[in-house]
């Protein structure tokens, strides 16, 4: 969707970006990142030809953005940059509906796609659109932002580090927000950052950037932080790459270990035979469909009944498309000697344990 070929951009004798050549996929989300003075935000203007190139092509949707009338292009891309930039004087409606009246869409079309996006970006209508700007929060602001920069259906969306001038709070509920948008809309994203940590969380691909706009890597999150390229890309992702890596790293149900089980109408006189005769102290309880029921202590299957009336919830899970870290920090979260592992429908997979977290972190570096 944007192709980048040899970019140069000059001012003076100086280098700000020096022959960047870079593919970004069609509804990829691509994360500039690097050190001030890299050339990152450089780089995402002259895409939309707010700065113009000294040397080289870009190309958007196969088109070479160099013909094509400026104004005209960046109606086709939308911009959200950190400061937001909202017109004050503006109902947060009228914000979102720019565009749209722009490229000149009757008002009916208009005011529902204004509806649209506002209940995209998790904002009611009924309550936002005749607000000003000035009557939101930061991270209200943030968010008619990013819904006026959808406002004509752009393909590409360009974002300027949005979310650097928020408290960290609303910065991870932000992002965390933006990457459910993004699994609904599929925009192809350029994404500038100065934070590693946000680069992980978001990118598909990463850009990182050195000193005078230079390419030093550019690949997914999980390889850069398992293979950097040079002694440069490593102190950049920090000495802790290990541990951010398994934001990025998914559950492989390979890793999963199966602890002992007893099915949910077991009588308790059964269970303490079955536990004593394998030795438990614990077995995870499962009903007829093997969904998650909590677990039963050996200490607590003492007398009659059923195993349902004695059980225990289990606290510590997570589903099987999360991520190593998720079920790191429920370990940690519950004090839990491991972690259920469970399937859309609350099936019970497997456990993660100490050893085989460990495992699995080891075997995603070494990929």
Not at 68 to 74: E, G, I
Not at 121 to 139: C, K, M, T
Not at 185 to 196: C, E, N, P, Q, S
């Amino acid at each position: 969707m944007i192709r980048l070929e040899h970019v140069t951009k000059r001012y003076g004798g100086e280098l700000a970006v020096d022959d960047l050549s870079l593919e970004v996929g069609r509804g990829e989300l691509c994360v500039l990142v690097g050190p001030s003075g890299c050339g990152k935000t450089t780089t995402m203007r002259m895409i939309n030809r707010l700065i113009e190139p000294t040397g080289g092509r870009i190309f958007l949707d196969g088109e070479d953005v160099l013909t094509l009338d400026p104004v005209l292009l960046r109606r086709r891309i939308g911009y959200v940059i950190q400061q937001i930039g909202l017109f004050p004087h503006m109902t947060i409606g009228d914000n979102v509906a720019t565009v749209p009246r722009l490229v000149g869409w009757k008002p009916p079309k208009v005011r529902a796609r204004v509806d649209e996006l506002l209940e995209l970006v998790g904002l009611a209508p009924g309550d936002f659109r005749d607000r000003y700007p000035h009557q939101l929060s930061g991270g209200q602001r943030q968010r008619v932002g990013v819904a006026r920069a959808l406002g004509a259906d752009p393909d590409v969306l360009l974002m300027d580090e949005p979310f650097g001038a928020i408290d960290p709070i609303t910065r991870d509920r932000l992002q965390d927000e933006f990457l459910r948008l993004q699994g609904e809309v599929r925009k192809t994203v350029v994404f500038v950052t100065h934070d590693i940590e946000e680069a992980v969380k978001l990118g598909d691909r990463i850009a990182i950037l050195r000193q005078g706009g230079v390419l030093a890597q550019y690949d997914t999150p999980a390889r850069i932080l398992g293979s950097p390229s040079s002694e440069f890309v490593a102190d950049f992702v920090g000495a802790d790459r290990a541990l951010k890596r398994l934001k990025v790293t998914e559950i492989d149900p390979a890793d999963l270990q199966q602890p002992p089980v007893l099915p949910l109408g077991l009588t308790l006189a059964d269970a303490r035979r079955h536990m004593d005769a394998d030795a438990l102290d614990f077995a995870v309880v499962l009903d007829a469909e093997r969904r998650l029921r909590g677990y039963l202590a050996r200490r607590r299957a003492e007398g009659d009944g059923l195993v349902g009336e004695r059980l225990q919830r289990l606290e510590a899970w997570v589903r099987i498309d999360q991520t190593l870290k998720d079920a790191f920090g429920e370990m940690l979260l519950y004090d839990a000697g491991w972690v259920a592992v469970l399937d859309g429908q609350d099936r019970f997979l497997g456990v993660l344990t100490p050893d085989s977290l460990y495992g699995a972190t080891r075997r995603s570096i070494a990929r």
